[in-house]
Nanobody, 127 residues
């Protein structure tokens, strides 16, 4: 069973930075493709960023491209990160990480493609 626990959320002013972490409890973390999604109040959950199982491919939503960076640490800890810079009030949401065993190379951008999810961490950006 795969368990995901997000951390690092909080309240930050516009223009500030946060780094989210997702600790993954899995015997073979290095074989999982990972993704970050977010859900603002009253809106549907949306894709933010994804990384392939080996870190060789990453993709971002247009709204965060150039500001957010996804990365993973397989060497020592089973953790995936989301570095968020130049935060905007519209980035306010609950952020979720997700995991799946890849069936093909590359990244996954759709919610339905991920069977494993964390409970989320709140990010609030004040103007």
């Amino acid at each position: 069973q795969v368990q995901l626990v997000e951390s690092g959320g909080g309240l930050v002013q516009a223009g500030g930075s946060l780094r989210l972490s997702c600790a993954v409890s899995a015997s073979t973390f290095s074989t999982y493709a990972m993704g970050w999604f977010r859900q603002a109040r009253g809106k549907e959950r949306e894709f933010v960023a994804a990384i392939s199982w080996n870190g060789g491919s990453v993709e971002y939503a247009d709204s965060v491209k150039g500001r957010f960076t996804i990365s993973r640490d397989d060497a020592k800890y089973a953790v995936v990160y989301l570095q968020m810079n130049s935060l905007k009030p519209e980035d306010t949401a609950v952020y979720y990480c997700a995991a799946r065993r890849p069936t093909e190379p590359g990244v996954y951008r759709e919610e339905y493609e991920y069977p494993y999810w964390g409970l989320g961490t709140q990010v609030t950006v004040s103007s």
